[in-house]
């Protein structure tokens, strides 16, 4: 399994960009990257994936470096609610039910 | 559509004592697995169910079991729980083996005195 990187913790100021970075420099060339959020009190939630190219979606969007060994999860304008740990997983495409989640990035958003 | 729902939301036991946690998939879904998430870490691995099937494992004893029932709803028991089995317990389905999207419940925290 892909070891990852992520700081600790951000802050953000509403209604500002966040890029949240990731490294993976041991991912397999097959791995998926994923990213997942987990709000207060909640279970965690699906943000977004990729492989190679940049993806968007209504949520935010993946970033993803030339050698894939990093990623960067962008949310474009952060609001309150995007206060959360967010997680980056390497996923193989055979076993995406068994995430290795690691310490995640604690998001702050200050109004 | 419904999304995964867990039961019961909190529960507290003893020491080696067994306990049992439900798991209603989303609507469709024929994959769950379950994790555990202790205070101040990252959700980790138990196992994985598909088509009523244990399809992996994580570094977890065998005291953890699971089912997964016809209408793709699941079970996680715990036998002779232990303090460190205090944690949230999360279950999460997908819609089969190969999506890279979970939906997770909301948990069920579990307290072991």
């Known amino acids: 399994d892909a070891k990852t990187t992520q700081p600790n913790s951000m802050e953000s100021n509403e209604e500002e960009p966040v890029h949240l970075p990731c490294n993976h420099s041991t991912i397999s060339g097959t791995d998926y990257i994923h990213w997942y959020r987990q709000l207060p009190s909640q279970g965690p939630e699906y943000v977004i994936h990729?492989?190679?190219s940049n993806v968007n979606n209504r949520m935010a969007s993946l970033a993803i470096a030339e050698d894939r060994k990093s990623s960067t999860l962008i949310l474009h304008r952060a609001t309150l609610r995007d206060a959360a740990v967010y997680y980056c997983?390497?996923?193989?495409?055979?076993?995406?039910?068994?995430?290795?989640f690691g310490q995640g990035t604690t998001l702050q958003v200050k109004p | 559509e419904t999304g995964v729902t867990q039961s019961p939301t909190h529960l507290i036991k003893t020491r080696g004592q067994q306990v049992t946690l439900r798991c209603s998939s989303q609507?469709?879904?024929?994959?769950v697995s379950w994790y555990q998430q202790a205070l101040g870490q990252g959700p980790q691995f138990i196992f994985q169910y598909y088509r009523e099937e244990e399809n992996g494992r994580g570094n977890f004893p065998p005291r953890f079991s699971g089912l997964q029932f016809p209408n793709y709803s699941s079970e996680l028991n715990v036998n002779a729980l232990e303090l460190d089995d205090s944690a949230l317990y999360l279950c999460a389905s997908s819609l089969n083996l190969d999506t890279g999207e979970l939906f997770f419940g909301e948990g069920s925290r579990l307290t072991v005195l």
């Open positions: 997983i390497p996923t193989g495409s055979s076993n995406t039910g068994k995430l290795i």
């Open positions: 609507s469709g879904h024929n994959t």
């Open positions: 990729g492989l190679t």
